[in-house]
């Protein structure tokens, strides 16, 4: 009887494992379906990534280098104490920071060694075309204003670099004239070259006629002044009529 007994439960767990497997495995053909896929929907259906290259084709990045972009204009006084042509935030150095005011440099190449509100650049170039007629030198006239920083470090780099500041006193006599939010000289300034960032320089010969326009960003390397990018360029024009 013993026998029978757990013949006939062995026989009934033999019928539960196939029922078992039968359900289970209907269940998992209807899930699947006949495509033998989890996934209900195409790959191209599930998560759609947006095209950013399609959709950044459609938007105008400002152009940082030109000065007509939306970002604010870094060359301008009105953007308070900033590098110059940088590009941007890209020169932020404790060497381009602006003081307050400037001090009047000690150099005997200058005729004008501040940026002084109410001068007038006319009268200041006249009186230093005369002066340079006279010593057999060009006018550089040094445009920027006390709110610049890089205004402050060239005129520092004109008075701590030996070989510049030789230049500078053999083959020079320098003025400088103020653009500032308070003083913009328009009257002077409107007959030049249109300036992109401060400082900037122009080179007259003894007679008051414009030789060069020199963008000083273009004398930068790395937080000051290439002293070979300077001296090229002061030796080009000393001796230009």
Known sequence: MKSIAVNQVA????NSKAIVATILAWTISTTLGCGGTT????KSDK???PNL???????ASPDLASPDAASPDLAS??????????SVGENADATATSTPTSQPSTES???????????????????????????GKQVLVQ???????WCHLLTKYFAENEAVNQELSDHYVVMKVNYSQAQKNEAFLSTLPKIQGYPHLFVYDTDGNLLHSQDTG??????????????AFLQAWHSKK
Do not use: M
């Not at 026989?11 to 033999?14: A, G, I, S, V």
């Not at 996934?39 to 195409?42: E, G, Q």
């Not at 006084?77 to 940088?86: F, L, N, S, W, Y």
């Not at 190449?109 to 010593?135: C, M, N, W």
């Open 143 to 149: 445009v920027g204003g006390d709110w610049c920083g």
């Open 77 to 86: 006084p009105d953007a308070g104490a900033t590098t110059i042509e940088t």
């Open 53 to 59: 290259q399609a959709s950044n084709s459609n938007v």
């Open 218 to 231: 273009e004398l930068e390397e790395g937080q000051g002044y290439s002293q070979e990018k300077v001296i």
């Open 11 to 14: 026989f009934r767990c033999q």
């Open 109 to 135: 190449f200058y005729t004008v060694d501040h940026y002084g509100l109410e001068r007038s650049p006319q009268d200041d170039l006249a009186i230093s075309a005369k002066r340079a007629q006279e010593e």
């Open 39 to 42: 996934d209900p929907l195409p």
């Open 47 to 49: 998560n759609p990534k």
